[in-house]
C-alpha cells in the first residue's frame, strides 16, 4: 500500500488529508451501512453512486491542520499491527513533510479502534511522543471503563478490547475536555452524539473559511442524501439521525468544507441544498 495524501489551504491554515489505509467491506457487511434503507432503495443508491454490491473499499482520512503556532490531528488512525489494512498514516505525514514529533495536538473524535489506536505503537510507547492527545471526558470513561464481561456479550469485541487498550496506554500524554471547547485558536470541537453517544466533531476556522471535520456522523455521502440511513453499530440511532440534519444545515447555510473520514479519499466536499435535502459535491482545487 502506498501513502496518499491530499494538501489544501484553509485560508491562512495548511491542511493535509492523509489516508490511514483502506478497510474491504464484503456484501455480507456492507448493507448494515446503511440500516433503515430498504433493498430496492439501497440497490438504487448504490448505482447512483457506482459502488458494487459486492466489495466497497472503505476509506480511512485523517486530518492535519498546521496553524502555524499548532500542528493539529484529527485522529491517529488505526495503526497496522492489528488491522493490516491500516497503518498509513505516518508514512502520509513524512509524504507530507512532517514527523510524529512535529505534532503538537491529537484530537480523538470517539472510542472506535479506527480512530485512536494509530497512535500507539506494539510496545505501548506513543507514536506522537510530543503531542497532547485531546478527547471528551464521556466518551473516555465509557470505553476505559467497559469491563471484560460487557465486552464479552458485544459486536466486535475484540476490536473494542483492544481500542480500550489503546486509550489506556494514551492516558499520560491525555488532557479530557468538554465539547464545545476550543482547542487551539480556530479549532474548535462541536458535540455529535449519536454515533457514540459522546462523539464530536471538530470545526476549524481561518479568515472567512470554514471546515468541518465531520468523523463519523455520516459514512458515506449517501448518508447525506438519506439522513435517515445510518450504520447498525451507531449507538444512538435516532440521536445520530438529528445530528447529522443539524451538521448538514449548518454546513450547507455557511458554506463550509466537510471532511469524512470515511468518504472517498480525500474526503472533501461542500453539502449543497437540494429540494428538502442535501446532496454532497467534491472539493476541486
Same mark, same amino acid.
Given at each position: 500500500?502506498?501513502?496518499?495524501?491530499?494538501?489544501?489551504?484553509?485560508?491562512?491554515?495548511?491542511?493535509?488529508?492523509?489516508?490511514?489505509?483502506?478497510?474491504?467491506?464484503?456484501?455480507?457487511?456492507?448493507?448494515?451501512?446503511?440500516?433503515?434503507?430498504?433493498?430496492?432503495?439501497?440497490?438504487?443508491?448504490?448505482?447512483?453512486?457506482?459502488?458494487?454490491?459486492?466489495?466497497?473499499?472503505?476509506?480511512?482520512?485523517?486530518?492535519?491542520?498546521?496553524?502555524?503556532?499548532?500542528?493539529?490531528?484529527?485522529?491517529?488512525?488505526?495503526?497496522?499491527?492489528?488491522?493490516?489494512?491500516?497503518?498509513?498514516?505516518?508514512?502520509?505525514?513524512?509524504?507530507?513533510?512532517?514527523?510524529?514529533?512535529?505534532?503538537?495536538?491529537?484530537?480523538?473524535?470517539?472510542? #472506535?479502534?479506527? #480512530?485512536?489506536?494509530?497512535?500507539?505503537?506494539?510496545?505501548?510507547?506513543?507514536?506522537?511522543?510530543?503531542?497532547?492527545?485531546?478527547?471528551?471526558?464521556?466518551?473516555?470513561?465509557?470505553?476505559?471503563?467497559?469491563?471484560?464481561?460487557?465486552?464479552?456479550?458485544?459486536?466486535?469485541? =475484540?476490536?473494542?478490547?483492544?481500542?480500550? #487498550?489503546?486509550?489506556?496506554?494514551?492516558?499520560?500524554?491525555? =488532557?479530557?475536555?468538554?465539547?464545545?471547547?476550543?482547542?487551539?485558536?480556530?479549532?474548535?470541537?462541536?458535540?455529535?452524539?449519536?454515533?457514540?453517544?459522546?462523539?464530536?466533531?471538530?470545526?476549524?476556522?481561518?479568515?472567512?473559511?470554514?471546515?468541518?471535520?465531520?468523523?463519523?456522523?455520516?459514512?458515506?455521502?449517501?448518508?447525506?442524501?438519506?439522513?435517515?440511513?445510518?450504520?447498525?453499530?451507531?449507538?444512538?440511532?435516532?440521536?445520530?439521525?438529528?445530528?447529522?440534519?443539524?451538521?448538514?444545515?449548518?454546513?450547507? =447555510?455557511?458554506?463550509?468544507?466537510? #471532511?469524512?473520514?470515511?468518504?472517498?479519499?480525500?474526503?472533501?466536499?461542500?453539502?449543497?441544498?437540494?429540494?428538502?435535502?442535501?446532496?454532497?459535491?467534491?472539493?476541486?482545487?
Amino acid at each position: 500500500m502506498t501513502a496518499r495524501t491530499y494538501p489544501f489551504d484553509l485560508g491562512q491554515f495548511k491542511c493535509v488529508s492523509i489516508s490511514d489505509g483502506i478497510q474491504p467491506i464484503d456484501a455480507e457487511l456492507l448493507p448494515s451501512f446503511f440500516a433503515g434503507s430498504s433493498d430496492e432503495e439501497l440497490a438504487l443508491a448504490f448505482k447512483s453512486h457506482g459502488i458494487s454490491p459486492d466489495h466497497y473499499e472503505l476509506q480511512c482520512n485523517c486530518l492535519l491542520i498546521d496553524t502555524g503556532d499548532a500542528r493539529i490531528l484529527i485522529d491517529s488512525g488505526g495503526g497496522s499491527f492489528f488491522d493490516p489494512h491500516l497503518g498509513l498514516l505516518g508514512p502520509g505525514l513524512e509524504s507530507a513533510g512532517y514527523s510524529p514529533g512535529d505534532i503538537d495536538i491529537v484530537v480523538l473524535t470517539h472510542g #472506535h479502534r479506527d #480512530h485512536v489506536c494509530g497512535g500507539v505503537a506494539q510496545d505501548d510507547s506513543m507514536i506522537f511522543p510530543k503531542a497532547k492527545h485531546v478527547m471528551v471526558r464521556g466518551e473516555w470513561e465509557y470505553w476505559v471503563n467497559l469491563g471484560d464481561e460487557e465486552i464479552r456479550v458485544m459486536a466486535h469485541a =475484540e476490536d473494542i478490547r483492544f481500542a480500550r #487498550h489503546c486509550l489506556k496506554a494514551i492516558a499520560p500524554q491525555l =488532557e479530557l475536555i468538554d465539547a464545545g471547547e476550543e482547542i487551539a485558536p480556530g479549532v474548535r470541537t462541536l458535540a455529535t452524539p449519536g454515533h457514540t453517544r459522546n462523539h464530536i466533531s471538530v470545526e476549524v476556522t481561518s479568515g472567512d473559511k470554514l471546515l468541518i471535520c465531520v468523523a463519523d456522523t455520516m459514512d458515506l455521502p449517501i448518508h447525506i442524501e438519506n439522513t435517515t440511513w445510518h450504520p447498525a453499530w451507531d449507538e444512538l440511532p435516532e440521536r445520530g439521525i438529528e445530528t447529522r440534519r443539524v451538521l448538514l444545515r449548518r454546513a450547507a =447555510e455557511r458554506n463550509a468544507l466537510i #471532511h469524512g473520514f470515511h468518504f472517498p479519499f480525500p474526503g472533501l466536499g461542500y453539502v449543497r441544498e437540494d429540494g428538502d435535502g442535501w446532496r454532497f459535491e467534491p472539493f476541486s482545487k
